[in-house]
Structure formats: C-alpha cells, structure tokens
C-alpha cells in the first residue's frame, strides 16, 4: 500500500529552501542527500543512520534483470526488510543504464531493447516495467522512465526524447509518489516543453535528469537555475545525479529538495579526506611520517577512533578496503554536517554568507 507524500517548505532563502518530508511513517529534513553508488555497497544500514544518513537509492532495473523479470524471484517483500534499512528508499528506473547498453535501433516507442552485459540476453525494458518494479521493491518514492539521451546530444535527439518521455508519462496512471522526469539537455525550450508536460500531470515532484557529472558545474549551475524558475514551488525538486562536493551543495542552493551524492565514497576511493570543503590527500609521501589524528576536533568516528594519518597512508598504501572504509566514514560525516549547515542557514535567510565563507559559486 502506497503511503502518502506530505512535503512542507518551512523556511527559503534565495531559490533554496529547507522543510520536513513525510513519507508514510518515514520522515526526512530537506534539502536531503541520496546515498548511491558504492556508498551503501561501503557502509552497513547501521553505519549510514549513526552518520546521519536519511536516504539510499536503488534501481529497478537492477532488481528486474537479477531476479529475471520474475517477483518470486526477488526474495524479499519489501525492499527496507531486505537491506535492514529504516530510513527512505528513493527508486531510480534505471532507464539510463539501459540506454547505454542499447544500440541506436534499441530506442523503441515502447521502451528500450539491449542486450544484458552479463548474459548477452536481448531484453526490453518499459515504462510499465520500471514503475511495477519500483513499487515492488516498495520504494518511498519513484523516478518517472524516460528517454535518455546525452547532455550535449543534437537538438533533434534531445526533442524527441522529451516528447517521447512526455507521452509515457501522460499514457499510465503514475503511482501517486512518482517525481516526473523533466528532461532536454542544456536546451531551455526542450526543458520548458518537458516541465508543462510533467506538470499537466500533476505530479508530487520533478526529478531533473540527465546532469550529471560530465557537465561542468558552471553549465550545471546554468541549467539548474534555469530549470528551478519554470517548477511550481510546492513541487519536490530531485538532482538523481552524482557530482563533487561542490556541485552538491551548489544544487542545494540552487533550490533542489533532493540530491544524490556517492562523493563520499569516491573520494575516499582516492584515498583524499574532506577538511570542510578542502581536500587532504592522504597517498602524500610526507604524510607516511604524521602521527596526527586524520582531522583533530572532528566528530567521526575514524577521527574519534583515533586513526592517524600515517595508519590511514599506510592502509591505503597496501590498498586495505579497511582504509576505504574509514575515509568514506570521515567523508560522509563531513559531507552531512555541511549538508545540515545549509539548511541552518536556509532557515536563519543566511545562506550567502555561508556559501560565501564555503567559497562555493552558487
Ligand atoms: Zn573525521
């Protein structure tokens, strides 16, 4: 049974604002990260909630090709049992993966057809097929299929996949917790047209796609910006996409609700530690010699640990996943306190100043 959304802005400042989202009996403080990525692969459900985690993401299509398109398969009823995770569970369709996988002839009117990596079986994924799944996993809320195609893609292309995107989503009754997905590339009319689409539809919020991390963040901040000033304010705003640090909170002033984010963990992948927004790299030859803790005063619990720089040089050296997991524990701790002193600072019409003091262009 599908629970109720309740979205309520308490506070803005500037295009950002912070309120309280209620999904059923879950409940979650916006502006709110999505964990996703190797995030929830790195870190235990119990390590995500204790760090302030309020959401992961899952896709779909991933559960649709492992248990072969058949529910029975799945070996679960709902996918928070499965996982022993409380908090939200955001659905993806997963329709950009398939994109990828298909060739040109795949992009169908009725879906997408390519053939799976693992199996080399020829599949076709659907619109139908990515809500039903989403709703048997029991997600808190879904992500509308679209048609995908590159940010830079020919006008045409980018057209086209806004009107067919637009027609699915008019064609099936959407489940009622579904963000419409607004697409078009860095083309204002396209994006224009794929807003009034969604809208028409009356959904209880927009999901921006197809920005993602290969578009510099100065066009990101463009497209953004541009996308926010055409969405009814009561709507949710969704960024399903993974950047820096920086483009995170730069979408959260932006105005975005929701942000996924998996630079916790693939920064500690590279085996750098956030100090605020700065990085410490700690693979750095001179820092094989410092006994000091990873960041002295920090709140995590690697540095409340006691974990020195040198260990975590030497751990990574040797390429221990245990140094992986004690960075991202760090990252992810930083990354949601900044996360959390942003919407302070929504709250108290101060975010300026402190994107300012951040040194973040917004
Ligand atoms: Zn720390």
Known sequence: MESKLKFN?????????TGHLQLGS????TPMLVQTGMVPAILTSGELT???TQAIKQSALEYWLRAQGQPEQLGFADIHEHLRWPGIVVGASGADQAYRWAKPRGRKKTGVSFHEPATGQQKMYTPQLAQQWQRLLGCDLLVGFARWEDYYAPVDDLQAAAQQTAEWLGMDKQSLNTLAPVVGGGLKRVRQASVAAAQATHPCGYALLGIDGAVKLAEQRRVIGEIVAMLP???????PACGALEQVLMAIAQGMDIVDSDCAATTAL???AYLGTKRLH????????DSRILVP???????????????LHQLLQEQSPVGVRLLTVHNLFVLNQLVDRLRQAIAAGRLAELMADLAIDY
Do not use: D, F, V, W
């Not at 879950?26 to 403080?29: D, G, L, Q, S, V």
């Open 26 to 29: 879950r409940t979650a403080t």
């Open 297 to 311: 005063g920090c709140q995590c619990p690697t540095c409340q640990a006691g974990y020195s720089r040198a260990y």
């Open 270 to 272: 590279h085996g750098t």
């Open 9 to 17: 802005i308490q506070a803005e400042s500037g295009n950002a604002r």
């Open 233 to 239: 304010t009561e709507g949710l705003r969704y960024l």
């Open 282 to 289: 700690l693979t750095q030859e001179h820092l094989a010699g």
């Open 50 to 52: 204790a760090l302030g």
